[in-house]
């Protein structure tokens, strides 16, 4: 069973950093790009990032209001996704989870989604 | 960056119901644009990709169209466990985004 399980979610102080863990099953994680989404509570989805296999150098790609505070790294040895956040603001507060990246023909999709991890900005 | 408008942002509808959620982008962004539905307190869960194709498992009274700007999830015959919150996902290039969200209730 292809299963992606999120951990690492806690209350965390503004201006604090956390670091969110991914990790995957069933399926050989190296051949995957992956991404990271968060949904604020009561709010919509939000796209936070990407990092492209070895293949394509682990590149990433982040949302603008994430970017130079968040870093996406993975670790294929252990099937293991990051999200490092640093600079952590209250508008973080989200459940955020991982998605393994499919492609085909140009077009990507998120298939499937772990079950979400709860990080919480307050002081 | 591409945005991504959702309507309506939620909607009422009985069982048997036909209904159609649409979603505009911003500029051209091809067919590269997926429907997820998610449930209260649960992950979403991908129903069609590349605009019209269905996801493996999907019932098939789901159905998606459009290319360009305008696209369109249909459902044919709404179903008890068709109640649920639906986004659409664009990803013709970075950052990606969601719509708002379409919240289907009971009528």
């Known amino acids: 069973e292809v299963q992606l399980v999120e951990s690492g979610g806690a209350l965390v102080q503004p201006g604090g950093s956390l670091r969110l863990s991914c990790v995957a099953s069933?399926?050989?994680?190296?051949?995957?790009?992956m991404d990271w989404v968060r949904q604020a509570p009561g709010k919509g989805l939000e796209w936070v990032g990407r990092v492209r296999k070895k293949a394509n150098s682990y590149t990433t790609e982040y949302a603008a209001s994430v970017k130079g505070r968040f870093t996406i790294s993975r670790d294929d040895s252990k099937n293991s996704l990051y999200l490092q956040m640093n600079s952590l603001r209250i508008e973080d507060t989200a459940v955020y989870y991982c998605?393994?990246?499919?492609?085909?023909?140009?077009?990507?999709?998120?298939?499937?989604w772990g079950q979400g991890t709860l990080v919480t900005v307050s002081s | 960056a591409i945005q991504m408008t959702q309507s309506p942002s939620s909607l009422s509808a009985s069982v048997g119901d036909r209904v159609t959620i649409t979603c505009r982008a911003s500029?051209?962004?091809?067919?590269?644009l997926g429907w997820y539905q998610q449930k209260p307190g649960k992950a979403p869960q991908l129903l069609i990709y590349a605009a019209s194709t269905l996801h493996g498992g999907v019932p098939s009274r789901f159905s998606g169209s459009g290319s360009g700007t305008d696209f369109t999830l249909t459902i044919s015959s709404l179903q008890p466990e068709d109640f649920a919150t639906y986004y659409c996902l664009h990803d013709n290039n970075y950052p990606l985004a969601f719509g708002g969200g379409t919240k289907v209730e009971i009528k």
């Open positions: 500029q051209g962004i091809k067919n590269d």
């Open positions: 998605a393994r990246v499919r492609s085909t023909d140009g077009s990507d999709w998120l298939d499937p």
């Open positions: 069933g399926f050989t994680f190296s051949d995957y790009f």
